[in-house]
């Protein structure tokens, strides 16, 4: 079946702008996270959505950042007033968030963002 | 708080020999661990996961790993690379089943 995607591939953008990054994770998942990648870094936790539940924002850097997920489908994370230091590559996972810990999360292919 | 540290940034290992990735991590309770890989382009791809039981895992692509909680290690290891295998590597551990926490990555390189 069809993995996680994210769009776009690649984003590059004014710093000022605002910019959305979409995914869309596996049929049926109902887990969704963000993650960003900064380079040589690890990755970064960013937002979690699990069901109907409030999301679990703990790692967003800024107020700058958001996201939403409509149902247990798509999200899509925001991004206001870029700045250099959010260029990175985004990252969406997705899992069948019945096993808590031991959930499996399965990532797409990620967004480069390039703020200049 | 939880860490995940993997000490090698860069590794370069020749075509047919063995590789062992390290991985140690800093967490209170039983840890739930995860290996992943990232080829070039690429997004992260699970190949072994340990929760609890035998502490010896085998994963996909022909990797295992042992979990050494005297240690605090969960080492990734292959008995002969694959040109193939050249690609970053991630160890990660589950906290509170939600976000997984990254090590910051080992890059392997493969020489013929």
């Known amino acids: 079946g069809a993995g996680v995607s994210q769009s776009p591939s690649n984003k590059v953008t004014e710093k000022g702008k605002d910019v959305e990054l979409r995914c869309d994770p596996i049929?049926?998942?109902?887990?969704l996270y963000w993650y960003r990648q900064r380079l040589g870094q690890g990755l970064e936790f960013l937002i979690y959505f699990q069901g109907n539940s409030a999301p679990d924002k703990s790692g967003l850097p800024s107020d700058r950042f958001s996201a939403e997920r409509t149902g247990e489908s798509v999200s899509t994370l925001t991004i206001q007033r870029t700045q250099q230091e959010d260029s990175a590559v985004y990252l969406c996972?997705?899992?069948?968030?019945?096993?808590?810990?031991?959930?499996?999360?399965?990532f797409g292919p990620g967004t480069r963002l390039t703020v200049l | 708080a939880q860490s995940v540290t993997q000490p090698d940034i860069h590794i370069t290992v020749s075509e047919g020999a063995s590789l062992e990735l390290r991985c140690n991590y800093s967490?209170?309770?039983?840890?739930?661990l995860f290996w992943y890989v990232q080829s070039p382009g690429q997004g992260l791809q699970l190949l072994l996961k340990y929760f609890s039981g035998d502490t010896l895992v085998q994963g996909i692509k022909g990797f295992e790993a042992e979990f050494k909680r005297s240690q605090s290690s969960f080492n990734l290891r292959k008995p002969s690379v694959h040109w193939s295998d050249a690609a970053e590597y991630f160890c990660?551990?589950?906290?509170?089943?939600?976000?997984?926490?990254f090590g910051k990555g080992t890059t392997l390189s493969v020489s013929s």
């Open positions: 990660a551990v589950n906290q509170a089943g939600t976000a997984l926490i």
């Open positions: 049929s049926g998942h109902t887990a």
């Open positions: 996972a997705s899992s069948r968030g019945t096993s808590g810990r031991a959930d499996t999360q399965y």
């Open positions: 967490y209170g309770a039983t840890p739930y």
